[in-house]
């Protein structure tokens, strides 16, 4: 009976192929930008409202320097995923703490998967770049999805995402990484 073994064995290697063409098909391109508004379920009460789809051009900001870089827009609440050629792989809304960073570049220094944030928190994806008035600022998701607004008199350095946008972040954004941010 080999034949049939040999005929299931080229159905699997077949359907394998056809999977493997279908991931690198999809993977092409740019993605898509985030623009689905947070689930209410998984919002808290007294949360930010969600970042407005309209938040922002997809156009990387003038003056945000060249090269694979993260770039962070204060006026604009939106960070930009560019790769190496200059091209935009991702850019979405954010919702800023109380501490913001300087204009500049600065770069990746630490990553941290998760932990308890200052606000009380569980936050993941932790990406920091920069410290002003000894507090830390990082980019991060929270893993529940809320944006709370931040506690009354608190400074907090964490700019939070959405979940999709922070696990991108997160692989793009290795230590060392350049983070340029602008007004």
């Given at each position: 009976m080999p034949a049939p073994k040999v005929w299931v064995t080229g159905?699997?290697?077949?359907?394998?192929?056809?999977?493997?063409?279908?991931?690198?098909?999809?993977d092409k391109g740019p993605h898509p930008t985030a623009t689905a508004a947070r689930p209410g379920a998984s919002a808290s009460a007294g949360a930010s409202p969600a970042p407005s789809k309209s938040a922002g051009p997809a156009v990387v900001p003038d003056g945000s320097g060249t090269g694979r870089r993260i770039v962070y827009s204060l006026g604009?609440?939106?960070?930009w995923l560019v790769d190496a050629s200059d091209a935009s792989?991702?850019?979405?809304?954010?919702?800023p703490?109380?501490?913001?960073?300087?204009?500049?570049?600065?770069a990746v220094s630490s990553r941290n998967e998760a932990?308890?944030?200052?606000?009380?928190?569980?936050?993941?994806?932790?990406v920091y770049f920069a410290a002003k008035s000894g507090i830390s600022?990082?980019?991060?998701?929270a893993v529940d999805g809320s944006s709370p607004p931040p506690a009354s008199g608190k400074q907090t350095g964490g700019i939070r995402m959405r979940e999709a946008d922070g696990a991108a972040l997160?692989?793009?954004?290795?230590t060392g990484t350049t983070v340029v941010v602008v007004k």
């Open positions: 159905l699997t290697v077949g359907a394998t192929a056809a999977v493997a063409v279908l991931a690198v098909q999809a604009q609440k939106r960070v792989r991702r850019t979405f809304a954010v919702w703490g109380t501490v913001s960073p300087d204009v500049g570049s600065y932990t308890t944030g200052s606000d009380g928190v569980e936050i993941e994806n932790i600022i990082a980019f991060s998701n997160w692989k793009f954004g290795e």
